[in-house]
């Protein structure tokens, strides 16, 4: 048995580490940001081209996600008729530039059908894909 005493401002250190409180996601397959906030909300932001106006219109999905065991991240947003659930993995390799970190989250529920997830179809770019984020060190 012990006794600790801290003073009024301690703060405890987290135990995560740099690569478990990433945040921010890019997605290849449709050109989308996703962004786990910290207050449990989300966005998803498409840049897509719009031939009326010749340039990008920027698009954004909301919606709240909760982390789940095993590192799963799950999504739910009020005009999808279930929630989405991605498996986060961590990938590392060395690179002639340092050691490279790769954080993914990948849907756990793939389907042929676009946007089979939301309650009024095509009402919004496909946010079920895969996202990732690089760090170097």
């Given at each position: 048995m012990g006794l600790y005493l801290f003073s009024?401002?301690?703060?405890q250190k987290s135990n995560q580490t740099e690569l478990d409180q990433i945040n921010e996601y890019g997605s290849v397959e449709y050109g989308g940001?996703?962004?786990?906030?910290?207050?449990?909300?989300?966005?998803v932001t498409f840049d897509i081209w719009d031939e009326k106006l010749e340039d990008y219109r920027v698009t954004t999905v909301l919606?709240?996600?909760k982390a789940e065991?095993?590192?799963?991240?799950?999504l739910m947003a009020s005009n999808w008729q279930t929630e989405l659930i991605f498996k986060k993995r961590q990938r590392v390799e060395s690179t002639p530039d340092g050691i490279l970190h790769t954080v993914s989250l990948e849907p756990m529920a793939k389907n042929a059908e676009s946007g089979f997830y939301l309650i009024e179809p095509a009402s919004q770019p496909d946010v079920n894909c895969s996202y990732n984020t690089?760090?170097?060190?």
């Amino acid at each position: 048995m012990g006794l600790y005493l801290f003073s009024d401002g301690y703060i405890q250190k987290s135990n995560q580490t740099e690569l478990d409180q990433i945040n921010e996601y890019g997605s290849v397959e449709y050109g989308g940001y996703l962004t786990l906030k910290t207050d449990t909300t989300f966005n998803v932001t498409f840049d897509i081209w719009d031939e009326k106006l010749e340039d990008y219109r920027v698009t954004t999905v909301l919606g709240t996600w909760k982390a789940e065991h095993e590192g799963n991240v799950t999504l739910m947003a009020s005009n999808w008729q279930t929630e989405l659930i991605f498996k986060k993995r961590q990938r590392v390799e060395s690179t002639p530039d340092g050691i490279l970190h790769t954080v993914s989250l990948e849907p756990m529920a793939k389907n042929a059908e676009s946007g089979f997830y939301l309650i009024e179809p095509a009402s919004q770019p496909d946010v079920n894909c895969s996202y990732n984020t690089y760090v170097y060190q």
